[in-house]
C-alpha cells in the first residue's frame, strides 16, 4: 500500500466515527523495509492538534523503552 492510500483510509476512519479528531499513523513499507507516516484531521482546529502533538511526543520522549 502506498501513502495515498493509506491516507484516504486514515480519513475515512475518522469520517466513520463522526467526531471530529486526529490521527497520526506509521507504518512499515513492505517493499523497501523503510517507514512511512501519514496523518489526517477532521474538523480538528490546527493550534490543537499542535498542542496535542506536543504533548505525545513529550510522553513518549519521557518514557524508558
Known amino acids: 500500500m502506498d ?3 493509506i491516507q484516504k483510509q486514515c480519513n475515512e476512519l475518522l469520517k466513520n466515527l463522526g467526531v ?3 490521527i497520526v499513523f506509521g507504518f512499515k513499507k ?3 523495509n523503510q517507514f512511512g507516516v501519514v ?3 477532521k474538523d480538528t482546529p490546527p493550534p ?3 498542542k ?3 504533548w505525545a511526543l513529550n510522553d513518549f520522549s ?3 523503552l
Open 30 to 32: 513492505p517493499e523497501n
Open 52 to 54: 496535542c502533538m506536543s
Open 3 to 5: 501513502n495515498e492510500s
Open 39 to 41: 496523518y489526517s484531521t
Open 20 to 22: 471530529p479528531g486526529f
Open 48 to 50: 490543537v492538534v499542535v
Open 62 to 64: 519521557n518514557k524508558k
